[in-house]
């Protein structure tokens, strides 16, 4: 079973970047597809990026392709979001989750959650 820790939001202006950091213990950390969700105030938890085991993949919507780019460093069990062009619609509470079970894209796959770290991007 993985436990999942999430750091590095912050408050940022438009355009700013930031990278999230989402360090895993528990279980075999290259086992595991690994995704990033936002959840907005009000909205529905949305998809952001998911990476495969080792890394070859990479799946993003239409939404955040092209700003940001997800990796892994699986020596040090940890996944990185980074996120450049920041804009005030990325404010969320960002979640790392880890999966199991192929393929990464499939979302509700996804078992594993942190506690989330909260982004704030101002106009």
């Known amino acids: 079973q993985a436990q999942l820790v999430e750091s590095g939001g912050g408050l940022v202006q438009a355009g700013d970047s930031l990278r999230l950091s989402c360090a895993a213990s528990?279980?075999?950390?290259?086992?595991?597809?690994v995704g990033w969700f936002r959840q907005a105030p009000g909205k529905e938890r949305e998809f952001v990026a998911a990476?495969?085991?080792?890394?070859?993949?990479?799946y993003y919507p239409d939404s955040v392709k092209g700003r940001f780019t997800i990796s892994r460093d699986n020596t040090k069990n940890t996944v990185y979001l980074q996120m450049n062009s920041l804009k005030p619609e990325d404010t969320a509470l960002y979640y790392c989750?880890?999966?199991?079970?192929?393929?990464?894209?499939?979302?509700?796959?996804?078992?594993?959650w942190g506690q989330g770290t909260q982004v704030t991007v101002s106009s």
């Open positions: 528990g279980g075999t950390f290259s086992g595991f597809n």
């Open positions: 990476i495969t085991r080792n890394g070859r993949n990479t």
């Open positions: 989750a880890a999966s199991p079970r192929e393929p990464a894209w499939v979302t509700t796959l996804y078992e594993y």
